[in-house]
């Protein structure tokens, strides 16, 4: 029996559902091996880790809370890998954001929560724009490698915070402990109902809805569609490309930043060294998975917020290393990315193969 | 029979989906022969020549080397055989020196390489033809014409008999032909054999020592050089036949609305493409610009439309200058352009139909008003659109990638002329499309000229040329070799042009 790979003559409907879906179990299935190498039963653990994300009120919370700077670091790489920009800075916009917003925080004590809250989010959508901005202007006018570019402007923003609360707006009364004095309490974004869960994930949810309007109900949206799918047609329609170049990195970063002020206001109340565990890496998982639509990058960052929730509970009821949920984020990539191939070619067992014409030859005859 | 045949390709039939590339194909190899593969583009000599160097598969036919029936299962089965192919697109390694790309793949070649003993055996085959090359050169700094010889090298040392060489020319300057030319004597002097595929008629009387004509996928003959001449070539190579009706009434045609003035602009390789192109269009008629694919077509549409920067020279629209504006601003100022590669430039084939109806419409009212798309307004003209040119699209929403050549160019054609275009430039507007397609393209493009449009036909078929065009240019190594009325043009005296040879008797423009 012969198996071959055949492109594809019609896209099959079901398979941007089932390609993220076949993903996610092949990679708990290689995750379970490695489970079971390191000595741990793969069933129990994944037990563990479900019930740990989603088993409890508390857990939900948790997962919830985390699941908060996937979506909006995920909407904003998102926005960016839909016009083929490869922004992998979203960590350090993140960053960025969290220090604008602590800047106002820590230098204005508005008496108005809204207004303190407000000015919190627009220095942190600021910064980070400009953060994604800064790679998007070297690629459109420079043709720099935005990979490579976003990727050093993370480094830049982690030290940047480093020396910050070490040096500069070091808490004085904090000891040599390194992060800033509390914020105001008017600058803390409040709690929803009795849960811990805070006000970052209605943020979140309401640019969720925008990004989608956005990118399928206006111009702007339009153009940043037909740019990443076919860059010739964009020109050939006579569209900026170095201008949606720019705005996009701008709305990509500025969202990941708006992630930055809804940690510090939601969780830290100060800025802190560590701030973020990567969730601007994360995000990048999250993106491809959603297959880079804004509603289900929601459903793929609470399913990660849940990874990261229950290799935490991991460590602490298996004693198992943390590092098990990157291991896990990894080969759901991997497999993502794997799964690719099936959009465009379809795997058949059996039949005829060999050697068929190539088909690349259609357009020279 | 075979007989002092070094090949023999025996009714070679060959299909692609949708098209027939070699119909029954004859064609044959004495030792030590230059011969020219002739024909216009889509003929279906780089397919003949694929097979025989082992890279398609016949559908039909067999082809015989010295006698015995070959049968190739890939290019190897072919190199072992001493037949070697230096494509028009060349397979090299930029990244790679000159003897890493000589090297890989070749035969014998132990794990550790002997670099000294393969460097001396590189220049001892340079020096015996006359090529210069420097082996530890990386790919990226040569220019195209040292990167041919590179693969020349590599089939030489790869001992091979009979080389293929598809469109060396096309890539060279006058004076790197007549290098290779050089090279292409010494090797038939020692007896091997190479096939020459051209379509410039002087470069083929030039070198070769018999010459087959490939039109439309079937031999159209096989003569020697000194039984023929340039007319009787040009005569073969653009044939006779026709297959397509399309009504085009007498008119008149009105002033000057485009004008292009000296021209001169570079191709995506940094060569000259367009040497001072001087052309004008009139209202209300269709000239074609005919020309073999590769001579500046391309460009002068880009050129025209914005999308290729012009070095020197000027265009002009309604005696306004337009040099320099950006496909936005062209098409506001009523220029429409037909792409010649549909899926590639004209749409976005992963996106539904209506997007790509508003492709050039979309940032205007009514398609779109203020910051938001006005999709009540592109549901009722998606919908206008195809029951107009009676389009077959399936689900609205499918990625128009699924539909048919036909429907797309209909799609095209459909948001090219929605504003009424004053100057239409259509290039290959029924390439790949079948009969009832390309008459509906064509008596689209007839219909804009008498609503008073000015059309440019880029096409290299001349059938399509003769049939609706008024005025007819030929394009040759980026100039126009002359603009002849339809009414005096006469496919010989085309097929001369085309094959650059001017004419005794020019038109006036």
Same mark, same amino acid.
């Given at each position: 029996?012969?198996?071959?790979?055949?492109?594809?003559?019609?896209?099959?409907?079901?398979?941007?559902?089932?390609?993220?879906?076949?993903?996610?179990?092949?990679?708990?299935?290689?995750?379970?091996?490695?489970?079971?190498?390191?000595?741990?039963?793969?069933?129990?653990?994944?037990?563990?880790?479900?019930?740990?994300?989603?088993?409890?009120?508390?857990?939900?919370?948790?997962?919830?809370?985390?699941?908060?700077?996937?979506?909006?670091?995920?909407?904003?790489?998102?926005?960016?890998?839909?016009?083929?920009?490869?922004?992998?800075?979203?960590?350090?916009?993140?960053?960025?954001?969290?220090? @604008?917003?602590?800047?106002?925080?820590?230098?204005?004590?508005?008496?108005?929560?809204?207004?303190?809250?407000?000015?919190?989010?627009?220095?942190?959508?600021?910064?980070?724009?400009?953060?994604?901005?800064?790679?998007?202007?070297?690629?459109?006018?420079?043709?720099?490698?935005?990979?490579?570019?976003?990727?050093?402007?993370?480094?830049?923003?982690?030290?940047?915070?480093?020396?910050?609360?070490?040096?500069?707006?070091?808490?004085?009364?904090?000891?040599?402990?390194?992060?800033?004095?509390?914020?105001?309490?008017?600058?803390?974004?409040?709690?929803?109902?009795?849960?811990?869960?805070?006000?970052?994930?209605?943020?979140?949810?309401?640019?969720?809805?925008?990004?989608?309007?956005?990118?399928?109900?206006?111009?702007?949206?339009?153009?940043?569609?037909?740019?990443?799918?076919?860059?010739?047609?964009?020109?050939?329609?006579?569209?900026?490309?170095?201008?949606?170049?720019?705005?996009?990195?701008?709305?990509?970063?500025?969202?990941?930043?708006?992630?930055?002020?809804?940690?510090?206001?939601?969780?830290?109340?100060?800025?802190?060294?560590?701030?973020?565990?990567?969730?601007?890496?994360?995000?990048?998982?999250?993106?491809?998975?959603?297959?880079?639509?804004?509603?289900?990058?929601?459903?793929?960052?609470?399913?990660?917020?849940?990874?990261?929730?229950?290799?935490?509970?991991?460590?602490?009821?298996?004693?198992?290393?943390?590092?098990?949920?990157?291991?896990?984020?990894?080969?759901?990539?991997?497999?993502?990315?794997?799964?690719?191939?099936?959009?465009?070619?379809?795997?058949?067992?059996?039949?005829?193969?060999?050697?068929?014409?190539?088909?690349?030859?259609?357009?020279? @005859? | 029979?075979?007989?002092?045949?070094?090949?023999?390709?025996?009714?070679?039939?060959?299909?692609?989906?949708?098209?027939?590339?070699?119909?029954?194909?004859?064609?044959?190899?004495?030792?030590? *022969?230059?011969?020219?593969?002739?024909?216009?583009?889509?003929?279906?000599?780089?397919?003949?020549?694929?097979?025989?160097?082992?890279?398609?598969?016949? !559908?039909?036919?067999?082809?015989?080397?010295?006698?015995?029936?070959?049968?190739?299962?890939?290019?190897?089965?072919?190199?072992?055989?001493?037949?070697?192919?230096?494509?028009?697109?060349?397979?090299?390694?930029?990244?790679?020196?000159?003897?890493?790309?000589?090297?890989?793949?070749?035969?014998?070649?132990?794990?550790?390489? !002997?670099?000294?003993?393969?460097?001396?055996?590189?220049? *001892?085959?340079?020096?015996?033809?006359?090529?210069?090359?420097?082996?530890?050169?990386?790919?990226?700094?040569?220019?195209?014409?040292?990167?041919?010889?590179?693969?020349?090298?590599?089939?030489?040392?790869?001992?091979?008999?009979?080389?293929?060489?598809?469109?060396?020319?096309?890539?060279?300057?006058?004076?790197?032909?007549?290098?290779?030319?050089?090279?292409?004597? #010494?090797?038939?002097?020692?007896?091997?054999?190479?096939?020459?595929?051209?379509?410039?008629?002087?470069?083929?009387?030039?070198?070769?020592?018999?010459?087959?004509?490939?039109?439309? $996928?079937?031999?159209?003959?096989?003569?020697?050089?000194?039984?023929? +001449?340039?007319?009787?070539?040009?005569?073969?190579?653009?044939?006779?036949?026709?297959?397509?009706?399309?009504?085009?009434?007498?008119?008149?045609?009105?002033?000057?609305?485009?004008?292009?003035?000296?021209?001169?602009?570079?191709? +995506?390789?940094?060569?000259?493409?367009?040497?001072?192109?001087?052309?004008?269009?009139?209202? $209300?008629?269709?000239? $074609?610009?005919?020309?073999?694919?590769?001579?500046?077509?391309?460009?002068?549409?880009?050129?025209?439309?914005?999308?290729?920067?012009?070095?020197?020279?000027?265009?002009?629209?309604?005696?306004? !200058?337009?040099?320099?504006?950006?496909? #936005?601003?062209?098409?506001?100022?009523?220029?429409?352009?037909?792409?010649?590669?549909?899926?590639?430039?004209?749409?976005?084939?992963?996106?539904?139909? /209506? !997007?790509?109806?508003?492709?050039?419409?979309?940032?205007?009212?009514?398609?779109?008003? $203020? /910051?938001?798309?006005?999709?009540?307004?592109?549901?009722?003209?998606?919908?206008?659109?195809?029951?107009?040119? +009676?389009?077959?699209?399936?689900?609205?929403?499918?990625?128009?990638?699924?539909?048919?050549?036909?429907?797309?160019?209909?799609?095209?054609?459909?948001?090219?002329?929605?504003?009424?275009?004053?100057?239409?430039?259509?290039?290959?507007?029924?390439?790949?499309?079948?009969?009832?397609?390309?008459?509906?393209?064509?008596?689209?493009?007839?219909?804009?000229?008498?609503?008073?449009?000015?059309?440019?036909?880029?096409?290299?078929?001349?059938?399509?040329?003769?049939?609706?065009?008024?005025?007819?240019?030929?394009?040759?190594?980026?100039?126009?070799?002359?603009?002849?009325?339809?009414?005096?043009?006469?496919? *010989?005296?085309?097929?001369?042009?085309?094959?650059?040879?001017?004419?005794?008797?020019?038109?006036?423009?």
């Amino acid at each position: 029996m012969k198996i071959s790979i055949e492109k594809r003559v019609e896209p099959s409907p079901l398979t941007p559902y089932l390609s993220p879906l076949v993903s996610l179990a092949l990679a708990l299935i290689v995750c379970a091996v490695i489970f079971k190498a390191a000595g741990a039963n793969p069933f129990k653990a994944y037990r563990e880790m479900f019930m740990g994300a989603f088993g409890s009120d508390f857990a939900i919370e948790a997962t919830l809370i985390k699941a908060t700077p996937l979506i909006l670091c995920g909407l904003g790489v998102a926005a960016a890998f839909r016009m083929q920009l490869w922004n992998i800075g979203a960590e350090g916009q993140l960053y960025v954001g969290a220090i @604008a917003a602590s800047w106002v925080a820590l230098n204005y004590g508005f008496n108005q929560p809204l207004i303190s809250l407000g000015l919190m989010f627009l220095a942190a959508a600021l910064a980070g724009g400009i953060w994604g901005m800064i790679p998007g202007i070297l690629k459109a006018f420079r043709g720099s490698n935005e990979v490579i570019t976003t990727l050093m402007m993370n480094y830049i923003a982690i030290f940047l915070t480093s020396y910050l609360v070490y040096g500069p707006w070091k808490d004085p009364t904090g000891y040599s402990v390194p992060m800033t004095a509390l914020f105001n309490r008017n600058s803390w974004l409040p709690k929803i109902f009795d849960t811990s869960v805070h006000g970052g994930i209605i943020i979140a949810l309401i640019l969720v809805v925008l990004s989608w309007i956005l990118f399928y109900k206006t111009r702007w949206g339009y153009e940043i569609r037909v740019s990443g799918a076919n860059e010739k047609a964009a020109a050939y329609s006579g569209m900026n490309a170095a201008k949606n170049i720019i705005l996009v990195m701008f709305f990509s970063g500025a969202l990941a930043g708006i992630a930055g002020m809804s940690e510090t206001a939601g969780i830290q109340h100060r800025l802190q060294q560590g701030l973020s565990p990567g969730y601007g890496y994360t995000a990048i998982i999250v993106a491809w998975l959603a297959r880079l639509h804004p509603a289900a990058v929601v459903v793929s960052a609470i399913l990660f917020g849940g990874l990261l929730v229950g290799g935490d509970q991991l460590q602490i009821s298996m004693s198992m290393p943390v590092s098990v949920s990157n291991i896990l984020q990894g080969l759901i990539l991997f497999f993502v990315l794997g799964g690719e191939i099936l959009f465009s070619y379809k795997i058949k067992i059996g039949g005829k193969s060999g050697h068929q014409p190539c088909p690349a030859a259609k357009e020279n @005859a | 029979m075979a007989g002092g045949k070094l090949v023999e390709m025996t009714d070679i039939t060959k299909r692609f989906p949708g098209v027939v590339a070699n119909s029954c194909v004859c064609f044959d190899l004495v030792p030590g *022969e230059i011969h020219a593969l002739l024909g216009e583009n889509g003929a279906g000599k780089s397919t003949l020549m694929s097979i025989l160097s082992g890279e398609y598969k016949p !559908d039909e036919g067999s082809v015989s080397v010295e006698g015995v029936e070959a049968r190739f299962h890939s290019p190897q089965d072919a190199i072992k055989l001493g037949i070697g192919m230096v494509h028009q697109h060349f397979m090299l390694v930029r990244a790679h020196t000159v003897m890493e790309n000589i090297m890989l793949g070749l035969a014998g070649t132990p794990f550790f390489m !002997d670099r000294k003993k393969l460097e001396a055996k590189i220049m *001892e085959t340079a020096v015996q033809y006359d090529m210069k090359v420097d082996p530890g050169a990386y790919i990226w700094q040569l220019s195209v014409g040292e990167q041919q010889r590179v693969e020349i090298l590599k089939a030489l040392i790869r001992n091979t008999r009979i080389l293929i060489l598809d469109e060396p020319t096309a890539v060279l300057t006058p004076k790197e032909s007549e290098t290779l030319f050089t090279t292409l004597r #010494r090797f038939r002097e020692e007896g091997r054999t190479a096939i020459f595929i051209s379509h410039k008629l002087d470069e083929v009387m030039a070198i070769s020592d018999r010459i087959t004509i490939l039109r439309s $996928g079937k031999n159209a003959g096989t003569i020697r050089r000194d039984e023929t +001449d340039e007319k009787d070539l040009a005569g073969r190579m653009v044939g006779k036949d026709s297959l397509f009706e399309v009504k085009k009434s007498e008119k008149q045609s009105g002033g000057e609305i485009l004008k292009f003035n000296d021209v001169h602009a570079n191709n +995506d390789r940094g060569i000259e493409a367009l040497k001072g192109i001087t052309l004008s269009l009139r209202e $209300g008629e269709i000239l $074609g610009i005919a020309g073999v694919a590769g001579n500046g077509q391309k460009e002068l549409a880009e050129c025209l439309f914005g999308l290729r920067k012009i070095k020197t020279g000027t265009v002009s629209f309604n005696n306004k !200058d337009i040099t320099g504006f950006n496909p #936005r601003k062209i098409r506001e100022a009523g220029i429409s352009y037909i792409p010649e590669d549909r899926i590639a430039t004209g749409l976005v084939s992963s996106l539904d139909f /209506p !997007d790509n109806l508003i492709l050039n419409s979309y940032f205007k009212l009514p398609v779109s008003k $203020g /910051p938001f798309l006005n999709f009540k307004y592109i549901k009722e003209w998606t919908k206008k659109t195809i029951e107009d040119y +009676d389009i077959k699209v399936g689900k609205i929403k499918n990625p128009v990638g699924l539909l048919s050549g036909g429907n797309l160019q209909k799609l095209i054609l459909a948001r090219e002329f929605a504003d009424n275009p004053k100057v239409v430039i259509a290039a290959s507007p029924s390439r790949g499309l079948d009969i009832g397609a390309t008459n509906n393209a064509r008596k689209l493009l007839v219909e804009q000229r008498d609503r008073g449009a000015g059309v440019i036909l880029i096409s290299e078929d001349l059938e399509e040329i003769f049939q609706i065009s008024d005025r007819i240019a030929v394009m040759y190594e980026g100039k126009i070799m002359g603009i002849l009325d339809a009414k005096d043009a006469d496919r *010989e005296k085309i097929g001369l042009l085309m094959g650059g040879i001017k004419l005794g008797q020019e038109a006036d423009i």
